[in-house]
Nanobody, 123 residues
Framework: QVQLVESGGGLVQAGGSLRLSCVAS????????MAWFRQAPGKERDFVAA????????KYADAVKGRFTISRDNAKNTVYLQMNSLKPEDTAVYYC????????????????WGQGTQVTVSS
């Protein structure tokens, strides 16, 4: 089973950018579909973006489409989330997740999670 560690969160002004990274300690990273989810205080954990094993297929939540880009580098066992044009409503704890199942946006289908990294966007 792969283990995931997120990094790259922080405090930014609205309109700014951040790049989140999620490094997998496992040796079979390329076998996993990967995704990013986020959870704001008092809210459910919401889908953000997902990427297939090879990186050839991607899915995005409507709220981030055109602003966020998910990518992966299997040689580095890392998945990224490039976040541009950040808005205050993007403020949340961002989690990466892994699944051996077909690419999905359903949070409950992901059983492997990182610890999360805080993203705060000020106005």
């Amino acid at each position: 089973q792969v283990q995931l560690v997120e990094s790259g969160g922080g405090l930014v002004q609205a309109g700014g950018s951040l790049r989140l990274s999620c490094v997998a300690s496992g040796r079979t990273f390329s076998s996993y579909n990967m995704a990013w989810f986020r959870q704001a205080p008092g809210k459910e954990r919401d889908f953000v973006a997902a990427i297939s094993r090879s990186g050839g297929a991607r899915k995005y939540a409507d709220a981030v489409k055109g602003r966020f880009t998910i990518s992966r580098d299997n040689a580095k066992n890392t998945v990224y989330l490039q976040m541009n044009s950040l808005k205050p409503e993007d403020t949340a704890v961002y989690y990466c997740a892994a699944s051996l199942r077909p690419l999905t946006v359903v949070v409950d289908s992901y059983g492997i999670w990182g610890q999360g990294t805080q993203v705060t966007v000020s106005s």
